[in-house]
């Protein structure tokens, strides 16, 4: 033993020393070994079974083992002691240069391995890492790819991208989306797209096209695409361009918008703008009209008979803005312009629900206002027992409205038509085309008044008919009285 400590000492290794197999077994419990020398013949366990009972160890399985022996063994004994885990032998008397320069490989090769396997703990340590980087990096990428794709979903978007130099492109899910196509069926080529837009509107791609190849750098127009379907849509295109080294272009890239419900919208502000633009010229004239023709024998009178005449024209200013300028309805028309004089039994509404054309709205409620002033003023509702009855029908197109009075003081026939009389007939006549008739009846004024509906009526007449009570009588629109 004190032979080979010396032998090895030169190696500068950490030399252990056991003097029995159970104490080897015990220090190699404990420590890690590079190279085990083993004697043979030992007491109790010898080499070959101290050699068997390190292998079964899983961390001593490619530990080397030498071993020495003071006898001569035969091949047996050494294909014996190789397959229980020897590496080499070493006969006795030992050669201290041979026994050195095998234990200093054997510890190299140690050192190496354990380097080795430090550097691909490391290695496989720096590849986890990077792994879930990439990983991570992957995640935010297909998150940020979605909140794009789900931005340019809700934006009614697309993009895409056009190899300038072999002429391929390529369209994102929302490109496809916005044209109406399906990416299955439709391939991306420059003609399939050219055939997509409107026909006025090809210009603007040679345009595009032409402003790249002289080394723009950008472009953005609009332009329509006439989907599959037949639908026409409205499409707002940014370009941007990259160029090569020479400063060429090899590649465009871009988004597509769909501006669609912008351009509708703006249609809709445009005539909106034109509509009221139109109706504040007719209100305006309407008003200039009242200031022109109305009389009175005094300031009072003339004062009071313009406001109500321009507060009937309020009223029904309110009753079609409610509409959107669409229309009104006519038993609402008469009930605002009557509601002032319903007090007690005294005013009965008939008709079915019919929608008027603004135009007609407007003069037929400043015809109305006439006859319920005068009625105020002169007929039966200046009288605390007179009642007026007002119906309308359609009849061939027409509306057929008339205005029934009763009960009043006794009527005659005025010498001259008054300012009222002729207002409602101008009115009607002049303005609707329709026509006025006045039946000074003793009883009451008659007023019988035709109005040519035209665009009044719904596709195919009035769809909308008067709910028949039990006695036979339409049924009352606004009553204070009982029907007849």
Known sequence: MLAYEVI??????????ATSGREALEYLLKNEVAVILVDVCMPELDGFELAAMIREHPRFQKTAMIFISAIQVSDFDRLRGYEMGA??????????EVLRAKIKVFAELYRKTRQLERLNTELEDRVRARTAELERSNAKLVESEQRRSMALAAGKMGSWDWDWV??????DEGQY?????DPKSF?????N????????????????IAHFERGGRSWETEFRIKQPDGEERW????????????????RVSGVTIDITERKRAEDRQRLLAQEVDHRAKNALALAQSIVRLTRGTTVREYIQAVEG??????????????????????GRLVDEETSPYSTGERIELFGPELQLEPATAQTLALAVHELITNSAKYGALSAHSGRLKIRWEVQRDLLQLVWEERNGPRVQQPASRGFGTRSVITSIESQLGGRADFDWRAEGLVCRLSVPLGKDLPAGGVNIQPRISSNGEATVLRSVGAAE
């Open 8 to 17: 090895l000492k030169e190696l500068g290794e950490n030399l252990a020393v």
């Open 87 to 96: 590496v080499d032998y070493v006969p006795v008397p030992v050669v201290p």
């Open 166 to 171: 072999n002429g391929d492109w390529m369209w």
């Open 177 to 181: 989306r916005i044209f109406g196509v």
């Open 187 to 191: 391939k991306v080529t420059s003609e």
């Open 193 to 208: 797209i050219r055939r997509l837009l409107h026909p006025d509107d090809s210009a603007r791609l040679r345009r595009a």
């Open 235 to 250: 499409y707002v295109g940014t370009a941007a361009a990259t160029a090569d080294n020479a400063g060429r272009t090899v």
């Open 309 to 330: 005449r321009i507060s009937a024209l309020a009223r029904v200013h309110t009753i079609l803005s409610l509409s959107n300028w669409q229309g009104a309805e006519i």
